[in-house]
């Protein structure tokens, strides 16, 4: 969709834009896309003069005449590829003998069906699309390919107010050269040209992925250290720290009184008898401490 404006050359013209009934009403010295308006007002018009380009047209949207029907029916296809320097490898989404849809190739008709438009919503004014590419890799060769996700969305600003100048996307191209005006004089002319349509900006994103036997065995060892680091806490705060720590105590510990046979108390006979001599080495030291079960047997406490 286009507008075009020929052979403009450079002087004061009337700015339909800026409606006046007196010079009052005309602003000296304003900067205008259109041109500088010089305080003046044309009463033929009722719109005040500005230097710049003529003729200034009333508007430059392009009318329904200009607009290219079927566009809706055309298709995009988008070859992509991605390198990681890291693993070495490169993915693409470029089919040996066929387009595949959402892949590589995407209907407008089936964009636009996303974004929650119609073409004849964006045809006149046309509309700012961003494509977003996600790549998700897996190098490993039990892996299956690479999985592409595709989405789009619209970033220019949608409103319901028809004279809203941030929605749909233009661009302005000049011509210049010299030529002939009315008066036969050759002067600096120019041909411009506004363009509306649909412009596409592709955001590629993609992470990818190896498995890796160093950083597994290290985890690996990180979490048996912490789960040895963890039991040694929390036997501290049992012990030391939380209020049943001495039921904790009673329940972790058995005392036992244990003489060694010349320099313990008689009082300690509970646990040793003088029947108890294979106990003791020749020389009085105690082979292993034991106590005597309810059926009257020893039972070793150590090893």
Same mark, same amino acid.
């Given at each position: 969709?286009?507008?075009?404006?020929?052979?403009?050359?450079?002087?004061?013209?009337?700015?339909?834009?800026?409606?006046?009934?007196?010079?009052?009403d005309?602003?000296?010295?304003?900067?205008?896309?259109?041109?500088?308006?010089?305080?003046?007002?044309?009463?033929?018009?009722?719109?005040?003069f500005?230097?710049?380009?003529?003729p200034?047209?009333?508007?430059?949207?392009?009318?329904?005449?200009?607009?290219?029907?079927?566009?809706?029916?055309?298709?995009?296809?988008?070859?992509?590829?991605?390198?990681?320097?890291?693993?070495?490898?490169?993915?693409?989404?470029?089919?040996?003998?066929?387009?595949?849809?959402?892949? !590589?190739?995407?209907?407008?008709?089936?964009?636009?069906?996303?974004?929650?438009?119609?073409?004849?919503?964006?045809?006149?004014?046309?509309?700012?699309?961003?494509?977003?590419?996600?790549?998700?890799?897996?190098?490993?060769?039990?892996?299956?390919?690479?999985?592409?996700?595709w989405s789009?969305?619209?970033?220019?600003?949608?409103?319901?107010?028809?004279?809203?100048?941030?929605?749909?996307?233009?661009?302005?191209?000049?011509?210049?050269?010299?030529?002939?005006?009315?008066?036969?004089?050759?002067?600096?002319?120019?041909?411009?040209?506004?363009?509306?349509?649909?412009?596409?900006?592709?955001l590629?994103?993609?992470?990818?992925?190896?498995?890796?036997?160093?950083?597994?065995?290290?985890?690996?060892?990180?979490?048996?250290?912490?789960?040895a680091?963890?039991?040694?806490?929390?036997?501290?705060?049992?012990? !030391?720290i939380?209020?049943?720590?001495?039921?904790?105590?009673?329940?972790?510990?058995?005392?036992?009184?244990?003489?060694?046979?010349?320099?313990?108390?008689?009082?300690?006979?509970?646990?040793?008898?003088?029947?108890?001599?294979?106990?003791?080495?020749?020389?009085?030291?105690?082979?292993?401490?034991?106590?005597?079960?309810?059926?009257?047997?020893?039972?070793?406490?150590?090893?």
């Amino acid at each position: 969709m286009s507008t075009t404006l020929k052979e403009q050359t450079r002087g004061i013209w009337p700015a339909a834009q800026f409606e006046c009934e007196s010079d009052d009403d005309c602003q000296d010295g304003l900067s205008t896309n259109l041109g500088i308006l010089n305080g003046t007002c044309d009463t033929v018009s009722s719109s005040c003069f500005a230097a710049g380009w003529g003729p200034i047209p009333v508007s430059t949207e392009p009318s329904a005449t200009t607009v290219l029907d079927g566009v809706q029916n055309f298709g995009l296809y988008i070859p992509c590829a991605v390198y990681f320097p890291a693993f070495g490898k490169k993915a693409d989404n470029v089919m040996a003998s066929h387009h595949e849809e959402n892949v !590589n190739y995407f209907p407008l008709a089936s964009v636009f069906k996303e974004l929650g438009v119609t073409y004849d919503e964006i045809s006149t004014k046309g509309a700012l699309l961003v494509a977003q590419l996600n790549w998700d890799c897996e190098f490993d060769w039990w892996s299956s390919p690479c999985k592409v996700d595709w989405s789009f969305r619209r970033i220019d600003n949608v409103s319901d107010d028809e004279d809203n100048g941030a929605s749909g996307f233009s661009v302005q191209r000049q011509d210049y050269y010299r030529g002939p005006n009315e008066d036969g004089e050759v002067v600096q002319m120019r041909d411009a040209y506004y363009l509306h349509g649909i412009r596409i900006i592709f955001l590629i994103d993609g992470i990818g992925r190896r498995f890796d036997i160093v950083p597994c065995v290290v985890t690996f060892g990180s979490g048996i250290a912490l789960i040895a680091i963890g039991s040694l806490v929390s036997d501290f705060c049992a012990l !030391n720290i939380f209020p049943s720590r001495d039921a904790y105590t009673r329940a972790k510990y058995v005392r036992v009184r244990a003489r060694r046979y010349g320099n313990f108390s008689e009082s300690d006979s509970d646990v040793f008898t003088d029947s108890d001599d294979d106990l003791v080495d020749e020389k009085g030291k105690v082979r292993s401490i034991a106590m005597r079960n309810s059926d009257g047997e020893q039972e070793s406490l150590l090893p």
